[in-house]
């Protein structure tokens, strides 16, 4: 247990003392396109790129958010800003969107990819619906966006810039759809990322793994720039999956169950 516990506080002394290169002029006219814009994380990443000079492409379900998001942006210094409403639920639409920010900026920089869906209002977590639903919201649509981003990507040697959840490393009651689709969405991101590597391919991975409740906190989550270190606190998980597994079984209350049965 000593030994886990001083590699434990090991690596958060590493994770917090070492330095990161970020450049914020690295993002002045950057062409960026990111999904999920109108409200929350997504919201207050469309400000950050805006203040930092970058021609952006918002989308995002709801227009009237996005017209407002947009009008911001204009106000913080984005040389370009455009918009176009689309529901990531139906599979033709990523298409559509990653087409129409070729066509506003010529090219892409930056992918950012931050949508979010939750069960749809009127069905079930668990029914075949609502499960499917997610899938396409929350893996599918990732996917096609990907790849049809990628060789705009590639020729840019631009980044991919994915906004995951704490979700689909440590799932809730309720959640297993949600949880899966993002589980499997790291999945395919890494295996991307290997394979960019052998072909070769110049363009960066980042997956941003965020624990947020609620949307009050999201400008202050992504006011903090995630460097690559954190990825060592991300690793604890598999060194220390017994910790894991106790917060699960404090959730779910797994022993006053059994206690009960007994």
């Known amino acids: 247990m000593k030994v886990l516990l001083l590699t434990g506080l090991g ?11 970020f450049d914020p ?11 999920g814009a109108s409200a929350g994380v ?10 930092l000079g970058s021609h952006l492409v918002l989308t995002a379900h709801t227009e009237a958010f996005l017209q407002k998001v947009v009008g911001n942006c204009r106000k913080l210094g984005a040389p370009e800003v455009f918009y176009i409403a689309a529901d990531m639920a139906s599979p033709e639409v990523p298409g559509r ?9 010529g090219g892409l920089d930056y992918l950012v990819l931050n949508h979010l869906g939750a069960t749809p209002a009127g069905t079930r977590s668990r029914s075949v619906q609502g499960t499917r639903w997610l899938l396409q919201v929350n893996l ?44 499997a969405l790291d999945g395919f991101f ?25 949307r009050a906190s999201a400008a202050e989550a992504v006011s903090v720039f995630y460097p690559w270190r954190f990825h060592l606190l991300g690793l604890l998980r598999g060194w220390l999956p017994h910790p894991r597994a106790w917060f699960i079984r404090q959730e779910l209350n797994v022993t006053a169950v059994a206690a009960a049965a007994a």
């Open 190 to 214: 890494g295996s991307l990322r290997r394979e960019l590597d052998v072909q070769d391919v110049n363009v960066a991975i980042t997956v941003c793994v965020l624990g947020l409740r609620d």
């Open 140 to 183: 599918l649509s990732y996917v096609q966006l990907t790849s049809l981003a990628l060789p705009s990507l590639t020729d840019s040697r631009g980044s991919l810039v994915v906004v995951s959840s704490l979700l689909g490393r440590v799932p809730t009651s309720f959640s297993s759809p949600y949880s899966a689709a993002k589980f």
């Open 11 to 21: 690596a958060l002394f590493f994770s917090y003392y070492w330095d990161d290169n």
């Open 25 to 35: 002029a690295s993002l002045q006219g950057a062409r960026v396109l990111l999904t």
């Open 42 to 51: 997504g919201e207050e990443l469309a400000y950050h790129y805006a203040r």
């Open 97 to 105: 969107v990653v087409q129409f920010a070729l066509d506003k900026l």
